[in-house]
């Protein structure tokens, strides 16, 4: 069973970093692709940035610039670099991989919390 755990959510000022870890455990492939979503109260998960296992990447409209998504040395292991950050950044942050002819798995999510 693929387990995906994250870290490096905490509260930060406005303007500040923060730098978000994701490692699955349990798989014996590679992942298709592994992203970052983010849901804040009263809105839907959104999309904040993915990559593919060929290093492609994608963002969010809002974080383009700011947040920069890396592939750690292990496999299935990425990061999720957050300078610059809004208060509208304020959010609980969740890890997703993609496998194969299987579900996506998701993280139990880091909370994100940004004051001005």
């Known amino acids: 069973q693929v387990q995906l755990v994250e870290s490096g959510g905490g509260s930060v000022q406005a303007g500040g970093s923060l730098k978000l870890s994701c490692a699955a455990s349990?798989?014996?492939?590679?992942?298709?692709?592994m992203g970052w979503y983010r849901q804040a109260p009263g809105k839907e998960r959104e999309l904040v940035s993915s990559?593919?296992?060929?290093?492609?990447?994608a963002y969010g409209e809002s974080v383009k610039g700011r947040f920069t998504i890396s592939q750690g040395n292990a496999m299935n292991t990425i990061y999720l670099q957050m300078n610059d950050l809004k208060t509208e950044d304020t959010a609980l942050y969740y890890c997703?991989?993609?496998?194969?002819?299987?579900?996506?798995?998701w993280g139990q999510g880091t909370q994100v919390t940004v004051s001005s």
């Open positions: 990559i593919s296992y060929t290093g492609r990447t």
């Open positions: 349990g798989a014996r492939i590679r992942s298709t692709s």
């Open positions: 997703s991989a993609d496998f194969p002819l299987e579900r996506r798995y």
